[in-house]
């Protein structure tokens, strides 16, 4: 190999790594924005992938060898690098003459000195490289000091306030029905006006409107409480004092006032017979189906006239009727002592307002009063919220006694003069009483407490 | 002649300082008429070199006419000159059949027209009729002529070398594409430097040219053209001619984007064919023995210019072939593949 092989060979090679430089410069300015794009969008959308994603940043060595890869296939031919070398040698194709038809006559027209030859070599310029890649990677090194975005931890709840109004009533209602107070027709319309309720309330927001209906439903079945709990009430007493006036204690009723109290219990059973609540207590007091039935169609139920029977049935009747009185009423919110027996708040006049639907706020106009329950609405995510909760590690410093500050086999040797002093020893002594003033707080927590201080003096 | 790839020998260095000093006399002598445009005798003596016609175009007065008569007399080529006008027939330049009495008999006999020469002179060639121009076509490209089924060749080397000029347009008639493809160079004829002038008037008091005596001799001219063809051409130089020419289509893609623009038809292969050949030639005429990226730059103007064909809106634009051909020479790299961005060649 001649020397002027030799420096075709250098030219060439040269060129290559030029090449080479240009394609890994496309290559890594795409695979840099590509990659600056990947990790801002894990920071803002997937925060739980950072910093893994960073393990994308190996790919920069693939793609490096994929640029050199690819930037084999177009390279200059020796033919090529000879044209150049030759226009920068100013040779005038002298040099690409003898390269195709070596003259040795005509070697000599070439240039002789080496320095020649050195600086018609192409030169690498690496300034043009560094400054092309600095944006792509300045972008990623930017991307990657994007501070991460919170993301809400927990779904978010819709329309919390209508799920909780609609789940009470319907709660109310299931009540209701296991006291078998109300009649099959009026249970159907009052599951059907809640379950409307509960579709209309699911995506959209509780409207003044809804509200009132919530309130309307609700007043409706304590009302259908407050009144199957007052019949069966009064025809507990009226089985009482019929009992009573059998046994002889209650002195002699009139006729009238004794059919009068007949009428009223036959009627409560007969209400009761329909809702259903009679039949479970109905074998205990002898009551057959068809007693049941005729009550049921009729109203029409005679006592027996057997006094002692009669006595018998009474009993047992002003027992169950007592019995389901005091089911209704803890149903209701009575009050015994002037506390509820249901909620257990202090009862007005005699009842409990809360129970009874009284509360302030129960809807309408009412509803927001300055005393009303706060009716929460639907919790909104945490997204763009300028000052995020941050759990601070305790902010009083661990009491130093507790230190341990190194072991031994003997009786620590203390040095007096090196010691702590009296002073500061007791201003860390939780025994010497002033460490409610005395306790150091953590750096981090002074900020706050000193804004917490500045504010209320502003105030 | 015949064109056949054979292994090329170097042309040593002594062959070449021998055809340059040749040529050196051929170049002197004619720089002895024509004073203050070497740039066109060099022009002139490289279309010589490469056996191509050459087509000078400039103002009256200029020494078009004066050029080609001194080349004919420092060659000592037979020398014919053609005064082209409107009414010139075909016959009068390649000649025509005429009746004889020969022994008795009549017979029709070739009287060879003013053709017949080593170096023609077609003077103000667009002022005669196409068919006259067209007369032409055979003798420039296959140097023979044929009339009435006879085929006639002319003598060697064949030169044509014709003028035209670029006023007084009226009653003449531009050279058709053909005509002008066969044309190797266009040289352009300009006026010369105050200092010329005054040197001429100075020297030619009545506008005669000094005496010129043969400088070459016919085996002389051969052995220059046997050393143009032995000048080697480089792959790199032969590939950087075929996109040069390619370019000058519109519809090439290595075309600048002003030659898609305003050009309407390219250069033909004739074309790239002269400026291998020209560039050959200019070589020699610069002392090397090898054809480099600056001899072809040298002759693309010539060879180039008039076989563009510019779209209507060049004129507007003020777009001229010469100025499309050094657009070209400036768009077209030497080397097909770009140069790395990274890398200071």
Same mark, same amino acid.
């Given at each position: 190999m001649t020397a002027r092989d030799r420096w075709i060979d250098r030219h060439l090679r040269r060129l290559h790594f030029g090449q080479f430089l240009q394609r890994a410069l496309e290559w890594l300015t795409v695979y840099l924005f590509c990659f600056g794009t990947t990790v801002l969008v894990v920071k803002l959308t997937a925060p739980n992938l950072w910093p893994h994603v960073l393990w994308v940043g190996?790919?920069?060595?693939?793609?490096?060898?994929?640029?050199?890869?690819?930037?084999?296939?177009?390279?200059?031919?020796?033919g090529e690098s000879v044209a150049l070398l030759d226009r920068s040698l100013g040779a005038g194709g002298l040099l690409m003459t003898l390269t195709e038809a070596p003259d040795e006559d005509w070697e000599t027209h070439l240039p002789q000195v080496e320095q020649r030859w050195r600086e018609s070599l192409p030169r690498i310029r690496p300034k043009r490289f560094a400054g092309t890649l600095a944006l792509p990677l300045s972008f990623t090194i930017g991307a990657c000091f994007v501070p991460l975005r919170e993301i809400a931890a927990n779904p978010v709840v819709k329309n919390t306030a209508g799920q909780q109004a609609t789940s009470e009533l319907e709660n109310m209602l299931e009540a209701l029905e296991e006291a078998q107070v109300l009649e099959e027709k009026e249970e159907q319309t009052l599951r059907d006006a809640i379950e409307k309720l509960q579709e209309e309330t699911a995506d959209s927001p509780l409207t003044h409107e809804k509200w009132e209906t919530v309130d309307a439903l609700e007043q409706r079945m304590r009302m259908q409480l407050e009144e199957a709990s007052v019949g069966v009430a009064q025809a507990a007493q009226a089985a009482a004092i019929l009992a009573k006036a059998g046994d002889g204690e209650a002195g002699e009723l009139s006729a009238e006032r004794m059919a009068e109290l007949e009428s009223d219990l036959i009627e409560t059973l007969r209400k009761m017979a329909e809702n259903g609540s009679l039949s479970a207590g109905a074998g205990k007091m002898g009551l057959s189906k068809s007693d049941l039935e005729r009550l049921m169609k009729s109203g029409q139920l005679g006592l027996p006239k057997d006094p002692k029977e009669r006595q018998e049935l009474l009993n047992e009747l002003s027992d169950f009727l007592q019995e389901e009185a005091d089911k209704l009423s803890e149903l209701r919110g009575e009050c015994e002592g002037g506390q509820c027996q249901n909620c257990g708040q202090e009862?007005?006049?005699?009842?409990?307002?809360?129970? /009874?639907?009284?509360?302030?706020?129960?809807?309408?106009?009412t509803r927001g009063r300055g005393d009303a329950e706060m009716a929460w609405g639907d919790e909104s995510d945490d997204t763009g919220i300028k000052f995020k909760e941050t759990v601070l590690p305790p902010g009083m410093q661990e009491d130093p006694k507790e230190e341990i500050i190194g072991l031994t086999k003997s009786e620590p040797e203390v040095d007096p003069a090196t010691?702590?002093?009296?002073?500061?020893?007791? /201003?860390?002594?939780?025994?010497?009483?002033?460490?409610?003033?005395?306790?150091?707080l953590r750096p981090r927590h002074r900020g706050a407490v000193r804004r917490f201080f500045d504010s209320a003096e502003s105030e | 002649m015949t064109d056949t790839v054979t292994e090329q020998r170097l042309l040593s260095p002594e062959e070449v300082t021998r055809a340059q000093r040749m040529i050196d006399k051929l170049v002197d002598g004619l720089g002895r008429a024509i004073l203050g445009q070497q740039e066109l005798l060099d022009l002139v003596t490289i279309c010589l070199l490469a056996r191509g016609h050459m087509l000078l175009e400039g103002l009256p007065g200029l020494g078009k006419t004066e050029l080609v008569k001194s080349l004919s007399a420092l060659l000592g080529l037979g020398f014919r000159r053609v005064q082209f006008t409107p009414d010139l027939l075909p016959g009068d330049i390649v000649g025509s059949p005429i009746l004889q009495d020969a022994d008795g008999s009549r017979k029709l006999v070739f009287h060879k027209g003013p053709i017949f020469a080593n170096l023609l002179l077609a003077d103000e060639i667009n002022r005669a009729t196409p068919k006259t121009q067209s007369a032409l076509l055979e003798a420039m490209q296959e140097r023979r002529v044929t009339v009435m089924g006879e085929t006639h060749e002319l003598p060697q080397p064949f030169f044509v070398l014709a003028t035209q000029n670029p006023i007084e347009l009226e009653g003449t008639y531009p050279l058709p594409e053909a005509q002008l493809d066969r044309f190797t160079f266009k040289i352009n004829v300009y006026g010369v430097s105050s200092d010329t002038l005054q040197q001429i008037i100075s020297q030619r008091q009545h506008g005669h040219p000094p005496a010129l005596s043969e400088v070459l001799t016919h085996e002389e001219m051969e052995h220059l053209f046997d050393a143009v063809d032995s000048v080697h051409l480089p792959e790199a130089v032969a590939n950087y001619i075929a996109r040069l020419v390619n370019a000058t289509h519109p519809d090439s893609s290595d075309a600048p984007e002003e030659c898609r623009k305003y050009v309407r038809y390219g250069a033909s292969p004739r074309a790239a064919i002269a400026l291998a050949g020209t560039a050959r030639a200019a070589a020699l005429l610069a002392g090397k023995p090898n054809v480099g990226f600056d001899e072809v730059r040298r002759v693309a103007v010539s060879v180039l210019g008039h076989r563009l064909v510019l779209d209507y809106s060049a004129r507007l634009e003020g777009w001229t072939q010469v100025r499309m051909v050094e657009r070209l020479v400036d768009a077209v790299p030497e080397v097909g593949r770009p140069v790395p961005q990274d890398v200071e060649v």
């Amino acid at each position: 190999m001649t020397a002027r092989d030799r420096w075709i060979d250098r030219h060439l090679r040269r060129l290559h790594f030029g090449q080479f430089l240009q394609r890994a410069l496309e290559w890594l300015t795409v695979y840099l924005f590509c990659f600056g794009t990947t990790v801002l969008v894990v920071k803002l959308t997937a925060p739980n992938l950072w910093p893994h994603v960073l393990w994308v940043g190996a790919g920069a060595v693939p793609v490096t060898i994929l640029a050199w890869w690819t930037s084999r296939t177009g390279q200059f031919t020796r033919g090529e690098s000879v044209a150049l070398l030759d226009r920068s040698l100013g040779a005038g194709g002298l040099l690409m003459t003898l390269t195709e038809a070596p003259d040795e006559d005509w070697e000599t027209h070439l240039p002789q000195v080496e320095q020649r030859w050195r600086e018609s070599l192409p030169r690498i310029r690496p300034k043009r490289f560094a400054g092309t890649l600095a944006l792509p990677l300045s972008f990623t090194i930017g991307a990657c000091f994007v501070p991460l975005r919170e993301i809400a931890a927990n779904p978010v709840v819709k329309n919390t306030a209508g799920q909780q109004a609609t789940s009470e009533l319907e709660n109310m209602l299931e009540a209701l029905e296991e006291a078998q107070v109300l009649e099959e027709k009026e249970e159907q319309t009052l599951r059907d006006a809640i379950e409307k309720l509960q579709e209309e309330t699911a995506d959209s927001p509780l409207t003044h409107e809804k509200w009132e209906t919530v309130d309307a439903l609700e007043q409706r079945m304590r009302m259908q409480l407050e009144e199957a709990s007052v019949g069966v009430a009064q025809a507990a007493q009226a089985a009482a004092i019929l009992a009573k006036a059998g046994d002889g204690e209650a002195g002699e009723l009139s006729a009238e006032r004794m059919a009068e109290l007949e009428s009223d219990l036959i009627e409560t059973l007969r209400k009761m017979a329909e809702n259903g609540s009679l039949s479970a207590g109905a074998g205990k007091m002898g009551l057959s189906k068809s007693d049941l039935e005729r009550l049921m169609k009729s109203g029409q139920l005679g006592l027996p006239k057997d006094p002692k029977e009669r006595q018998e049935l009474l009993n047992e009747l002003s027992d169950f009727l007592q019995e389901e009185a005091d089911k209704l009423s803890e149903l209701r919110g009575e009050c015994e002592g002037g506390q509820c027996q249901n909620c257990g708040q202090e009862c007005e006049g005699g009842q409990c307002q809360a129970c /009874a639907g009284n509360k302030p706020g129960r809807g309408g106009v009412t509803r927001g009063r300055g005393d009303a329950e706060m009716a929460w609405g639907d919790e909104s995510d945490d997204t763009g919220i300028k000052f995020k909760e941050t759990v601070l590690p305790p902010g009083m410093q661990e009491d130093p006694k507790e230190e341990i500050i190194g072991l031994t086999k003997s009786e620590p040797e203390v040095d007096p003069a090196t010691g702590i002093s009296r002073q500061a020893a007791r /201003a860390d002594d939780p025994a010497a009483g002033r460490e409610t003033w005395n306790r150091k707080l953590r750096p981090r927590h002074r900020g706050a407490v000193r804004r917490f201080f500045d504010s209320a003096e502003s105030e | 002649m015949t064109d056949t790839v054979t292994e090329q020998r170097l042309l040593s260095p002594e062959e070449v300082t021998r055809a340059q000093r040749m040529i050196d006399k051929l170049v002197d002598g004619l720089g002895r008429a024509i004073l203050g445009q070497q740039e066109l005798l060099d022009l002139v003596t490289i279309c010589l070199l490469a056996r191509g016609h050459m087509l000078l175009e400039g103002l009256p007065g200029l020494g078009k006419t004066e050029l080609v008569k001194s080349l004919s007399a420092l060659l000592g080529l037979g020398f014919r000159r053609v005064q082209f006008t409107p009414d010139l027939l075909p016959g009068d330049i390649v000649g025509s059949p005429i009746l004889q009495d020969a022994d008795g008999s009549r017979k029709l006999v070739f009287h060879k027209g003013p053709i017949f020469a080593n170096l023609l002179l077609a003077d103000e060639i667009n002022r005669a009729t196409p068919k006259t121009q067209s007369a032409l076509l055979e003798a420039m490209q296959e140097r023979r002529v044929t009339v009435m089924g006879e085929t006639h060749e002319l003598p060697q080397p064949f030169f044509v070398l014709a003028t035209q000029n670029p006023i007084e347009l009226e009653g003449t008639y531009p050279l058709p594409e053909a005509q002008l493809d066969r044309f190797t160079f266009k040289i352009n004829v300009y006026g010369v430097s105050s200092d010329t002038l005054q040197q001429i008037i100075s020297q030619r008091q009545h506008g005669h040219p000094p005496a010129l005596s043969e400088v070459l001799t016919h085996e002389e001219m051969e052995h220059l053209f046997d050393a143009v063809d032995s000048v080697h051409l480089p792959e790199a130089v032969a590939n950087y001619i075929a996109r040069l020419v390619n370019a000058t289509h519109p519809d090439s893609s290595d075309a600048p984007e002003e030659c898609r623009k305003y050009v309407r038809y390219g250069a033909s292969p004739r074309a790239a064919i002269a400026l291998a050949g020209t560039a050959r030639a200019a070589a020699l005429l610069a002392g090397k023995p090898n054809v480099g990226f600056d001899e072809v730059r040298r002759v693309a103007v010539s060879v180039l210019g008039h076989r563009l064909v510019l779209d209507y809106s060049a004129r507007l634009e003020g777009w001229t072939q010469v100025r499309m051909v050094e657009r070209l020479v400036d768009a077209v790299p030497e080397v097909g593949r770009p140069v790395p961005q990274d890398v200071e060649v």
